[in-house]
Each structure stands twice: as C-alpha cells, then as structure tokens.
C-alpha cells in the first residue's frame, strides 16, 4: 500500500507544481480577455502537453537521444523500478524474440506447458520467468528455468494477460502463436 501511496503523493505534488507555475499564465490569459482560458489546470495540461511535444521533438534527433540515454542512465536507473517498469511497457508491444517480459510456453512434464513471461534471460542457457495466476496475471511466483524449456509465444503481455484475466477465455489461441526459434 505504502508504494501506491508515495505515487499518488508525487503526482500530487507533480500536479501542485504545474498549476502553480501555469497561474501566473492564466492571470495573463484573463486579463489578455481570453477568460475562457483562464482556469489555472488547463492551463498546465496545456503546458504539460506542449512540455511532451517538444521533448518528442528534441528525441527524434541524435543528440536528443543520446542527451535523454545519459538523463536516463544517470537518473532513473537510479530507481531499481524503473528498469522493470520500462522492460514491463515494452512487453505490451512488442513481439520480437530478446525482449524481456516476453510471453512463453513452460515445459513441466510430459506435454503439460504453462505459460509464463520471460523477464531476464542470462547468456548461459537460464532465464527467470513470472508464472502468472488468473485472474491476476501479474502475480505470480518467479522460477529460474533453463532456457530450452521455454516457447516463445508471438503475441505481447497486454493481449495475454487480457486473456488470463478473463480466467483463460481466449488463452488457447495465443498459446497456439508461437515463434519459430
């Protein structure tokens, strides 16, 4: 409870800041004659917004990049979470063998498979995977397996762990998809 509670904090916090810094903008907003604008939270939605756009922008070149890859390295590895949470997102897109919090297909014994998310895979033949429980399907135990035990599944977390929410309606199919290894 404490983490969810220091998250809702700092967007607290975050969203104090942002309507503080916007005020002074929306006072001279109103006194421009725009008062339609003048709510002081639009406004910082609108600053947000733009903020985004513009560090989109600034990614898309080479010294965007390597500027955020140093900001990121520096910072926010710093947090042991956010590698997670990072390789996690990715996981509800892509489909492409190597990634991390990649859906796979366990062997246990004798045609029995369960399916599992990769979340690291180690150069000599070992991996940790997260055998997901339904209806919660990130939850679940962590087991180190050998590598040659795991299928790779072609679908991504976000469809997979849909299905395991719905108690495994659906599941048969994306266990099907496999990738040719």
Not at 15 to 34: R, T
Not at 40 to 67: D, E, H, K, W, Y
Not at 88 to 114: H, S, V
Request: hydrophobic letters at 50%; aromatic letters at 8%.
């Amino acid at each position: 409870m404490l983490p969810t509670l220091f998250f809702c904090l700092i967007i607290y916090e975050m969203l104090q800041l942002l309507v503080a810094l916007a005020s002074p903008i929306a006072i001279l907003l109103q006194e421009g004659g725009l008062d339609k604008v003048s709510d002081p939270i639009l406004v910082a939605l609108v600053l947000l917004a733009g903020a985004c756009f513009l560090v989109g922008l600034a990614m898309q070149s080479n010294t965007g990049r390597r500027l955020g890859e140093w900001f990121e390295k520096h910072t926010l590895h710093c947090f042991p979470i956010y590698a997670a949470l990072k390789r996690l997102t990715r996981g509800f897109t892509d489909t492409q063998e190597g990634k991390t919090f990649m859906p796979a297909l366990l062997e246990i014994d004798n045609g029995i498979q369960e399916i599992v998310y990769i979340v690291e895979a180690s150069p000599d033949g070992i991996a940790a995977v997260i055998v997901p429980r339904s209806p919660a399907a990130f939850s679940g135990p962590v087991k180190i397996v050998d590598r040659k035990r795991l299928t790779l599944l072609d679908t991504n977390i976000g469809d997979l762990s849909r299905s395991l929410s719905h108690w495994g309606v659906g599941t048969v199919p994306l266990a099907s998809k496999k990738l040719n290894t």
